[in-house]
């Protein structure tokens, strides 16, 4: 069973960033995707990038294409979602999500992941 655990949550004022990490462990997860969503309250879960494990191609929402960075460490099993300029618009749990045999039209599809984190919360201030 594959078990994520995300870390790097926080607090920062607009404008701040923060790293957030995803380390996977548990099972032999050698392809497929990784990825975060976001929920802030009282919304759904929304799409934030996602990374392929092999060729490292990434993809990413429109909101957060030239704010956030999505990178893959496949020997420590991990992905990482480093978050620039942040928005008070941003503050959301962030959760890390991983699956295999995933499809490129899937991959904004949170149902299509069947491992999840916990999640992390990140809270910008204005």
């Known amino acids: 069973q594959v078990q994520l655990v995300e870390s790097g949550g926080g607090t920062v004022t607009t404008g701040g960033s923060l790293t957030l990490s995803c380390a996977a462990s548990?099972?032999?997860?050698?392809?497929?995707?990784m990825g975060w969503f976001r929920q802030a309250p009282g919304k759904e879960r929304e799409f934030v990038a996602v990374v392929w494990r092999r060729g490292g191609n990434t993809y990413y929402a429109e909101f957060a294409k030239g704010r956030f960075t999505i990178t893959r460490d496949n020997a420590k099993n991990s992905i990482y979602l480093q978050m620039n300029t942040l928005k008070p618009e941003d503050t959301a749990v962030y959760y890390c999500?991983?699956?295999?045999?995933?499809?490129?039209?899937?991959?904004?599809?949170?149902?299509?992941?069947?491992?999840w984190g916990q999640g992390t919360q990140v809270t910008v201030s204005s």
């Open positions: 999500a991983a699956g295999l045999g995933l499809i490129l039209s899937s991959l904004r599809n949170g149902g299509a992941y069947p491992y």
């Open positions: 548990g099972g032999a997860f050698s392809g497929g995707a």
